[in-house]
């Protein structure tokens, strides 16, 4: 009753008119182009709000952390939009941004220095808010500027949608053991083997499932494949067990079909940078494999397909039936060449295989292939001995000067970039002689 | 009933609390006083349109200028003494009056000013994670006539504008600032030894502008030591500027304006025009720098060299030709004094080689020097390979280094010209020998 009185009391005082405009640090009475962008592209579309200008209470204190550059913003928040924002759309649906995001970009022009020597590139709060660093060296045109952007954004989204719906507690069974709070003195080699992507995965759990989604969309299927081929056999099955786990809660949590979201973020990417195929073929860079089957192939080259169509009918005259031939990218610039024929009556399957030293100049994408003097042994590689002879014109073709590699869609039309991209090698001296075949891993 | 009682008394004790914070103080809601402080700080930057001369001084040091331009729409427009481009193109960022615990004004988006305080090395060098320790947050201190006063809110930087006319306006937008800039570092380049006369007694008082790191000092010699005294300066349209005044012998020293008629510095001393003179040879004796700016003279290997007397390069010779002779066939190279003015020692480290491997023989000495620059070297125990050689060194340490007083003072190489320090025995004045500065 006494409080009552109170609240009274003060209430008969007089209504509250103060005017507060001069201290709200956040009312912008004089908005700039930039602000206006912000509004119609963040603002009123997504109710997430752009803050540029340097405010020390939304950024961790005691640190020196300088604001961007006014002409830096836009650039950034264009591919924040495109390459984060657009696939969510396009794989969760046009509303699922404006549902489950932050509620506030906080933008600082540079790192974020910690004691420890590492620079922090971002920070998310209780999915609210993200801070973006560095944004006064960013760069829309560079693509490992907008990917180390967009990584991290990905990366603290991945938290901010396992508040609102947690991931599965067996995930953080797979690597256990591997948690290790001082990921910065140990190297990425041992964060592999134990079955994380990047070593600062090995924080916790959280961490590590967070950078098990973001890398996977940013590295993209083709690259995330070959680097989970190169680490040692037990981490490969933690990371594809860790790999089938984001996959499903994408689905069960969201209804995302996690594959979808990647491609489009990799299309995202693409338009940032096309995908050069020479820059995307090795173990741990991209495609591991090329496969080609000459004879039901819609258009390999007159050239090649004459060479090999010889060899077949010479085959045949041995009693054996050619069937195609697959290359494998290695370690050390080494290329298998496989051939896979069967005996006549098509009941065994056999391989014949050499290894060719495979020249690629990186910079311009042109490559020889040199037969190796000494080959390994084996069945397969002796089977090569058995049919050299038939298959001689095939192989004068690919030892026979120079290849310039790239995509063949201007030939064939289709998606450059995923798995099952079709890739070309183009005689340097007539680039109407080639030979194409499906890239994978 | 006495519960009752007690808080009805509380009660009325509130209601009487809540009623008096009716009364202001001055008149005025606190929100009231804050807006009147934002829009009086607001109006006074953009009051001045021929905008403002800004004067940084940076918690780590060193001193900068800058031209800053405030609109009423919150944008800045600055040049700044950074560098070459800041100097010359200005660039635009924004800027907002803040009423935070005291009013702020806050360069809220990156310019020029930013570049100091930018955490990344690579941008103006510093330390990673606060380059040179600068703020770009400042709260207001004091408006006082075409000045105000303003202090770091992170780090207490110093911040000082002062309205600039319309005539500085528009050269600063002529490059003025860089032109400025460029004549004075040419000259400073080209003139290494500068110094002052304050006063009648004819002392020469070097000044040193260290333009890469901002910071001006006065040098000069008194009882046979060095005294210095520096401050950060920042680079103005006329000359530089001094963070705070320097004080020789109650004159206080403030800036120095670039006489472009007579091509000199000069500045102004209680009505008095005191210039900056230019010197072929270092202001101060080698003597009072020595373990000061230079640490170490080092005798080249040689047999001859200039500055070196018969007697040194007899004496050279013993020693070289009986370490030679002696069982490890050693070889005599350099020899190099090094100086430690605190510690008062000098350590005499001789190479020698045996065929192509380098070893060292290091001679420690303790020295005593009177005010007009005579050192008295006494020899400690050899150490390391030194041993080898004590024997064989004797003709330049027994009976010179150790036995002798010195003098030690500049020498111009007479075909590179460059500067050399000498040892000059006092008692056997024939005794010299030179080797680089370092």
Known sequence: MCALTILASCKREGTLNANLDAID?????????????????????????????FDRFELPSGKNITPPSVDQVIPAMEMVRDVWIKPYEAAGGADFIKRIAPRQFVLAGSAEYNSNGSITLGTAEGGRKIVLYVINSFDKTNISSVKQMIQVIQHEYTHILNQTVDFTPEYQTVSRGGYEANWTQRPLSEAYSLGFITQYARVSPVEDFAEQSSNMLMMGRVQYNSIVATVPADA????????????????????????????????????????????????????????????TDSNQSAEFL????????????????????????????????????????????????????????TTTGVTTFTLLTTQPTGTTYSNMGVINARMAGVNSYFSTGSFRINWINQIIPGEIGFLGSLGAFYKTTNASSYFYGTMGN | MKKILLYSLLSLTLFAACKKEEVLVDGQRPEERITEAV??????????????????????GGGYSFYLNFSKDNKVTMYADLDIDPAQTSKESTYKVRALQNPTLSFDTYGYMHILADPNPATFGGVAGWGVYSDFEFTFDKLSGDSIMLTGKLLKSKLILVKASQAEQKSYNEKGLLNSIMTQVNYLDANPNLYIQPDDSGTRIQTSFDYNNKVFSLVWEENGEVQTTSTG???????????????????????????????????????????????????????????????????????????????????????????????????????AFKFNSIQKTMVLTVDIYQGTSRFVGDFPYTYTKTTAGVFKFTAGTPTGNAALIVGNMVPLTTQRLNSDNFTIGYFTHPTTGALLGQFKSVENPGFTFTGALQ
Request: hydrophobic residues 40%.
């Open chain 1, 25 to 53: 640090q956040n009312i912008i009475t004089n908005k700039n182009a930039t602000d206006i962008w912000l509004d119609q592209n963040f603002l009123n579309p997504y109710n997430i709000e752009t803050k540029y200008r």
């Open chain 1, 236 to 295: 490969q099955v933690k990371l594809k067990k860790k790999e089938q786990y984001v996959v499903d809660y994408f689905k069960t949590a969201f209804n995302i079909d996690f594959y979808k979201l990647q491609k489009e973020v990799q299309l995202a990417l693409f338009k940032v940078s096309a995908p050069v195929l020479h820059r995307m073929i090795g173990p741990g860079v991209g495609y591991t494999t090329l496969y080609a089957n000459p004879s």
């Open chain 1, 306 to 361: 004459g060479l090999w169509n010889t060899a077949k009918t010479s085959m045949t005259a041995g009693g054996f039936v050619l069937k195609d031939f697959a290359m494998t990218f290695k370690a050390n610039s080494v290329m298998t060449l496989r051939y896979t024929f069967t005996n006549a009556a098509g009941t065994t399957t056999y391989f014949a295989d050499a290894d060719y030293n495979m020249a690629l100049n």
């Open chain 2, 39 to 60: 829009t009086k700080y607001t109006n006074a930057l953009t009051g001045s349109t021929t905008g403002w001369k800004a004067f940084l001084y940076p918690d780590g």
């Open chain 2, 233 to 335: 300066f920042a680079f103005t349209l006329t000359g530089i500027v001094l963070k705070e005044p320097l004080v020789y012998k109650g004159k206080n020293i403030s800036e120095f304006t670039w006489d472009t008629a007579k091509q000199v510095y000069f500045t102004m001393v209680n009505g008095t025009r005191i210039e900056i003179k230019t010197s072929v040879t270092p202001i101060l004796p080698l003597h009072t720098i020595l373990g000061v700016q230079y640490s170490t003279i080092t005798a080249p290997n040689a047999t001859t060299y200039p500055g070196w007397s018969t007697d040194f390069q007899t004496r050279r010779a013993a020693a070289a030709a009986a370490m030679l002779a002696g069982p490890y066939a050693l070889r005599l190279d350099r020899m």
